[in-house]
């Protein structure tokens, strides 16, 4: 081949490449205009929601326990051997009802030799007195008698003290528990004989988590069931604790237990359930709009074509509806569809406008503590 030849072909080959190379980035071009043009991400396409208000009844579900309008345990006062058992285990006993006997042998022995010195004690106070009339003794003498009576019968009132301690009686009526000791046992004040509780007047205690305690009021009423019974029972807020409990942020509340309590048993576990004044004007959206975030939640906000992202602040939850307490107004337009391909500021088209108030789904009854407690 000769030098023309072969420097003919190098130049014919050099543009046959370059035509090609041009043809390619023709059709790399024309490629990204079709998906877009400028290599810009293409609009997205979502529905959305119009915010309004809507009437959220506000209400929780908490734990509660029954419990005994009075409850103690049973001791005696003074140590002694247990002669008489009166009550049968379970039964109901009035106040002032005879529960123990306890030995006092030595006791009324002892009230017998007292009650004898006490009559010699008058009879020589008596005859002190006839003397001191007519001069036979002096008035230290007689002072000195009368104070021998008054003793003597300070003396016997210890002893029958001691011995109305030997008879342990209902401190209130109510139901007897199971008895501890019996008869022939010895016991100190230390022992727990039964115990007894007023079960006709039950109280039921709850804690309320802090965000809620300043819609406790005294005289307020509380629904609550308990297990093995489909029976709905009523309560009436009496009382409050002084403080929050620090380590659960809660609030000690007792209600009086209304009405019939039959079937509940103190100690047992209620379900209670707090209505609060429901919300005419909260702003509700499906919880599908929530993105979660490390540091809180965020939504997506429609404006001017493009999607904004806020942050929001959330209340009451319940399984398809959220309540927003910060962050959105009236007339917002959120997200709903195509999220994770939503970039904030970036292009997007409604496929679906709903212009329809959010209905919250809970009610009266159901819970909504877990999501209204930890926003």
């Known amino acids: 081949m000769t030098l023309r030849s072969a420097s003919f072909t190098i130049i014919l080959f050099s543009s046959a490449l370059f035509i090609s190379c041009g043809d390619s980035d023709r059709k790399e071009q024309a490629q990204q205009q079709q998906r877009g043009g400028g290599g810009q991400r293409p609009p997205v396409r979502a529905e959305a929601i119009t915010v309004s208000t809507s009437t959220l009844l506000d209400n929780i579900e908490i734990p509660g326990s029954i419990v005994a309008n009075e409850t103690t345990e049973i001791h005696p006062e003074v140590s002694g051997l247990i002669t008489n058992i009166y009550f049968k285990e379970g039964s109901y006993v009035s106040k ?8 006092d042998a030595d006791l009324q022995a002892q009230l017998r030799k007292l009650q004898v010195q006490q009559r010699i004690a008058q009879s020589n106070e008596n005859r002190s007195s006839e003397l001191l009339k007519i001069g036979g003794i002096s008035r230290q003498d007689y ?22 301690k030997t008879v342990i009686r209902a401190p209130f009526s109510g139901k007897i528990g199971f008895r501890l000791v019996s008869v022939g046992a010895y016991v100190s004040p230390a022992t727990v004989m039964t115990t007894l509780s007023q079960t006709n007047n039950l109280k039921l205690d709850f804690t309320v988590p802090e965000k809620y305690i300043q819609q406790i009021k005294p005289g307020q009423f509380v629904n609550f069931t308990v297990e093995g019974t ?5 309560g009436r807020i009496v009382a409050s604790e002084s403080n929050i409990t620090a380590n659960t942020r809660t609030l000690q509340v007792r209600a009086a237990v209304q009405g019939d309590a039959g079937g509940l048993t103190p100690g047992g576990f209620a379900k209670v359930t707090l209505n609060f004044e429901p919300d005419p004007n909260a702003i509700v959206i499906p919880t599908q709009a929530i ?13 001017g074509g493009v999607a904004k992202f806020i942050d929001v602040e959330t209340g009451i939850r319940d399984s398809s509806t ?5 962050g959105l107004k009236v007339g917002d337009t959120v997200l709903l569809t195509g999220l994770l391909s939503l970039r904030p500021e970036g292009k997007v088209v409604l496929s679906k406008l709903n212009n329809k108030p959010v209905a919250p789904q809970n009610r009266p009854g159901t819970d909504s503590t877990k999501t209204a407690a930890n926003k």
């Open 230 to 234: 489909d029976k709905k029972f009523t």
């Open 143 to 164: 002072d000195a008698a009368q104070l021998q009576t008054s003793n003597t019968s300070a003396d016997i009132a210890i002893i029958r003290t001691q011995i109305a």
């Open 96 to 103: 002032g009802a005879v529960l123990f006997k306890l030995n």
């Open 322 to 326: 959220v309540q927003i307490t910060k």
């Open 291 to 303: 993105i979660p975030q490390a540091r809180g939640k965020k939504v997506y906000v429609y404006q």
